[in-house]
């Protein structure tokens, strides 16, 4: 079975700049959320949506946005970029909508110039 | 403000020695807990993942929960130089969704 895909894998993007982050989940899973990775940090908790409604937003700004689609995938937008948005950022899915292991994507590694 | 504390390393072991990997967390609340690898520049890789006091063993690898003491930890036997990566505690509990909170990580040298 594939596992979590996410697109692109590097992306380049100038301050101010609006960017799209494509995210398809492991098949049967539901449950999709985001985090951002700055280097030598763990993972921060953006987004989680399960069955297309939101479940939970973390501490980031509303610049920030992101949809589930009917197919379970998911888009990350992020809008007026700005050089701290510079991470890795990664798609996990998982079984149910809590308490179930997040398995991860490869991640986008977005910098912002 | 939930919190999870591990130390950052680097943490150096011998090929073939026991590595012991240390997490604790501030919320009371945390029903379930999980240690991911993530060599650099890779995503976090799922190793384990343990909801109840005691051991849970899998393979080489063994973690370890007491909530009594909010401490959680991951012990790799016979370490081998491919094991050396960063390893991530990320505490969960009920109603939490998928919020998981991620420590900074405790990065691990096995020596050849």
């Known amino acids: 079975d594939a596992g979590v895909t996410q697109s692109p894998t590097h992306l380049i993007k100038t301050r101010g700049q609006q960017v799209t982050l494509r995210c398809s989940p492991i098949?049967?899973?539901?449950?999709v959320s985001w985090y951002q990775q700055v280097l030598g940090q763990g993972p921060q908790f953006i987004f989680q949506?399960?069955?297309?409604?939101?479940?939970g937003r973390g501490n980031f700004p509303d610049r920030f946005s992101a949809r589930q689609f009917p197919n379970y995938s998911s888009e990350l937008n992020v809008n007026a970029l700005l050089l701290g948005d510079s991470a890795l950022y990664l798609c996990?899915?998982?079984?149910?909508?809590?308490?179930?292991?997040?398995?991860f994507g490869n991640g986008t590694r977005l910098t912002v110039t | 403000q939930k919190e999870v504390e591990q130390n950052s390393g680097p943490l150096s072991v011998p090929e073939g020695a026991i590595a012991s990997l240390n997490c604790t967390y501030s919320?009371?609340?945390?029903?379930?807990f999980f240690w991911y690898r993530q060599y650099s520049g890779k995503s976090p890789e799922l190793i384990m993942f343990?909801?109840?006091?005691g051991d849970k063993e899998d393979g080489r690898f063994t973690a370890q929960l007491n909530k009594a003491s909010q401490y959680v930890s991951l012990l790799i036997r016979d370490s081998q130089p491919s094991d050396s990566a960063t390893y991530l505690c990320a505490v969960n509990g009920d109603n939490y969704g998928q919020n998981f909170v991620f420590g900074p990580g405790t990065r691990l040298s096995v020596l050849p």
């Open positions: 919320d009371r609340g945390s029903q379930s």
């Open positions: 098949s049967g899973h539901k449950s």
């Open positions: 343990i909801y109840s006091n």
């Open positions: 949506y399960y069955e297309k409604e939101e479940r």
């Open positions: 996990a899915s998982s079984l149910t909508d809590s308490n179930s292991p997040l398995h």
